[in-house]
């Protein structure tokens, strides 16, 4: 079983030929509304790959709640855990160009009262997978991580967006997950290093195995076993904001079923290229049927 302690948004859609710079303004015909947040897309992408999932998180008292909910709970996500707080649901603005990059600013709100207290005894133990990221707060973050340890949990963190978490929460971190930007700045003083270097900082960081995301480029993978690189899915970019969060939704559900590291990783690296020719974060077209197929078009894995 996963579960996934982690944020959800309501995602707000701007589409541009190009970005806009400082100061610039660029006007648009209109925006698309898309259930988000970096927890429930990451365990969206489980549950559409087969996995139990069960959400712990926090929503807002507003009418961007229940379309939020309604997602996660028609991917096969286990919502009963979620809390209604006062406030509003987190929202997140995002400005995607023709090119499939993007901006993102991000209105917390209810994630900022999510609670460790709220995971509650029956769904954690030896069985369990604990998934997060880095948008709930710190402290809970941290609080999860010892109970989790605590219990047998396997845990795995995206640790995105970039946050500070002790040294001592990491190192109780089964598998951590970053992008290049965000291995750089966990690592501090690594200007110069390859991917691998990168990977292999994050490994020794936590209790061995170190993830770091490259988009065109794949992943590079640091474990006790060595050091590989899964080049991506040859694709062309719709949008690329679900990236990282399909990755890591997917490596937790193959994990969780047993699938080796490797075969995990490419599964994963395969998950992160669907989604990226797909709109929106949570797209229901990303599914373990069409993961299998796209997997004879994964290039091979490279070990470094």
């Given amino acids: 079983m996963i579960v996934v302690f982690g944020s959800i948004n309501a995602d707000l859609f701007f589409s541009f030929a190009k970005l806009p710079r400082r100061g610039e303004t660029v006007l648009t015909d209109g925006y698309t509304f898309c259930p988000g947040g970096k927890g429930a897309n990451q365990a969206a992408a489980a549950a559409r790959d087969g996995a139990e999932v069960r959400f712990v998180g926090a929503v807002g008292r507003d009418p961007n709640a229940a379309p939020c909910l309604d997602a996660l709970t028609a991917a096969g996500v286990d919502v009963r855990h979620v809390h209604a707080v006062d406030g509003v649901t987190g929202t997140a603005v995002i400005s995607v160009e023709a090119s499939g990059e993007n901006q993102i600013l991000v209105a917390s709100g209810a994630n900022m009262k999510a609670s460790a207290d709220w995971l509650a005894e029956e769904l954690l133990g030896p069985d369990t997978t604990l998934l997060m990221q ?7 973050t941290e609080a999860a991580i010892r ?10 963190l995206n640790d995105a967006p970039l946050g500070p978490l002790s040294r001592e929460a990491l190192a109780e971190v089964d598998i951590l997950i970053a992008n290049e930007e965000e291995a750089m700045g966990l690592l501090g003083n690594s200007a110069g290093l390859e991917n691998a270097d990168l990977a292999r900082g994050l490994a020794a960081f936590c209790r061995g195995t170190g993830i770091v995301t490259i988009g065109a480029a794949g992943v590079v993978v640091a474990h006790e076993g060595g050091t ?15 990236a990282g969060d399909a990755f890591c939704g997917t490596l937790t559900a193959a994990l969780d079923r047993g699938e080796s590291l490797i075969e995990a990783v490419r599964r994963a690296t395969t998950a992160s290229g669907i989604i990226c020719t797909l709109p929106g974060a949570q797209s229901p077209e990303l599914t373990g049927a069409r993961i299998n197929a796209a997997l004879a078009d994964l290039p091979s894995v490279v070990h470094i």
């Fill in 147 to 156: 109970r989790a340890r605590a219990c047998g949990c396997r845990i795995i």
């Fill in 134 to 140: 880095m948008e709930l707060p710190q402290a809970d």
């Fill in 228 to 242: 590989f690189q899964v080049p991506a899915l040859p694709i062309v970019p719709v949008d690329t904001v679900g």
